[in-house]
C-alpha cells in the first residue's frame, strides 16, 4: 500500500471565504490526491469571538487537527470529547479516516492515511490559519509522525503531538494488538470491523512498507515535537514512546503520563488541555 507522492493533495469542496471565520461548524467533503472522500468538520474554537472576519491573535491563529484512532470517527463520542477541549486553544478541525464513518474508501491502517492528514492540513490553510498543529492517537499517532516527516507547504504543520503511538509496525506483543491484527489480516476479521465496528479495512497487504513511526522522527525536527504516552497502555508498552524520543535526542518532548491507559478515552481533559496549552506555545 504505497504513500504515492507526498506534499499533494486535491483541495477541499468549499472554498474559502469570510463566513468560515463565523461562529458554529462548517462541516465538507475533503478530496485526497488519490481520489478518496473524506468527511471534515471545522469549529472556530470557543476561545474565538464572532467577529465576521479572519481570525487574528497568536490563539486565534490556531488550528489544530485531530486524527483519531482506528475504529474512530469524527462524529464517536471520544474523539468530540477531545476536540471539544481542544477548540478552547484555537480552531479544530476532525476529520474521519478513509474507511471509517461517512468517508469514502478502505482504511489501510496508516499507510495512505497521510493523504487523510494532508488534506485536513490544507483546508486549514484554506480557511485562514497561518499556524496548524496535529494531534494524532494511536494510529492516528503514526500518520501524524510520517505526515510530518513527508509533507511539506500548504500540507505542512507546526507542530505535533502523537498520543498511543506505535513505534514500529507489526507488533504483536499485546493481546489487543494480537485482535487488532486478526481484524485488518482476516477475512472474518474485516467482516466483524465493517459490520461490527463501522471500519471498513482494505484486503491488501502493504507494498511497499511504509517507513515506520520511528523512522520518521528524526526527519520531522525542526518541527516542534511532543510524545504522549500512558504508563498503563494495554496495547503499546512504554518501550514504544521511549524509542520514539530516543529517536529525536534533544528535539522531542516525552511525556509519560502516570495511570493513562490507550488513546483518546483515556486521555482525561486535564491532559488534553495541556496538550492544547502546548500546541498553543509551540506553533510558531
Known sequence: MSTGRAGHMARSTVRPHSETARRGPLRTFLRTVDGVAIDAAYEPGSGVPDTGRAPTGPLRDLAIVVAHGFTGDLERPHVRRVADVLAR?????????????ASGGRSTVGDREVHDLAAAVRWARELGHSRVATVGFSMGGSVVLRHAALHQGDADTDAVAAVSAPA???????????????L?????????????????????DWDPVPVSPVQSVPLIAPTPLLIVHGDRDGYFPVDHPRMLADAAPGHAELWLEPGMGHA???ADDALMARIGAWAVSRAG
Open 89 to 101: 486553544h484555537g480552531a479544530v478541525v476532525t476529520f474521519s479516516f478513509r474507511g471509517h464513518g
Open 168 to 182: 514500529r509496525w507489526y507488533y504483536r506483543g499485546t493481546a489487543p494488538m494480537r485482535r487488532l491484527h486478526w
Open 184 to 204: 485488518v489480516t482476516r477475512p472474518e476479521g474485516r467482516l466483524v470491523s465493517r459490520y461490527g465496528l463501522r471500519t471498513r479495512i482494505h484486503h491488501r
Open 264 to 266: 483518546e478515552h483515556a
